[in-house]
């Protein structure tokens, strides 16, 4: 790490890590770190998830729905993933986990899809189905023909 870092650069960023993505993924980032990885860890702990995520100008939340509206938009899938999931299981009462709502979803998805292309809104809805079926949240059936805007 440079030395230019604060020294508590690291568990700073440690804990955002943690309180976004959950201790099961961090600790598997952490444990699997080795001679050529351990310093890109390192510094994207310290550079995006403490020079980035502590800044005071956007909240946890705002923050994940930027993440995955850049990662679908640039095809980052298995980014773009993970922040579906563990959104999707971040407490709602916990504003610091940037939790996630199937409307947000939605939404961001819609967004996507016209500033980045129909096929990047398309994937990324096929993932958001996908990982909801994993954890057990399937979407209620919709009619199709009904005009009304989804519940």
Not at 135 to 144: H, S, Y
Request: charged share 25%; hydrophobic share 45%.
């Amino acid at each position: 790490m440079p030395d230019s870092l604060p020294p508590d650069a690291l568990q700073r960023g440690l804990a955002n890590r943690r309180k976004v993505l959950g201790d099961a993924w961090v600790e598997r980032s952490v444990g699997n770190a080795n001679a050529m990885n351990v310093e890109f860890q390192r510094m994207i702990t310290c550079y995006a998830w403490d020079s980035i995520w502590s800044r005071p100008g956007l909240e946890p939340r705002t923050r994940r729905i930027l993440v995955l509206a850049i990662t679908a938009s640039m095809g980052r899938w298995e980014e773009f993933e993970l922040h579906v999931r563990t959104g999707l299981q971040a407490p709602a009462d916990d504003p610091a986990s940037a939790p996630l709502d199937l409307d947000t979803l939605r939404e961001v998805l819609l967004q996507t899809a016209v500033y980045a292309g129909v096929p990047a809104g398309n994937t990324g809805m096929a993932i958001v189905l996908k990982v909801l079926a994993e954890l057990g949240r399937t979407p209620p059936k919709a009619d199709f023909w009904d005009a009304s805007p989804a519940a």
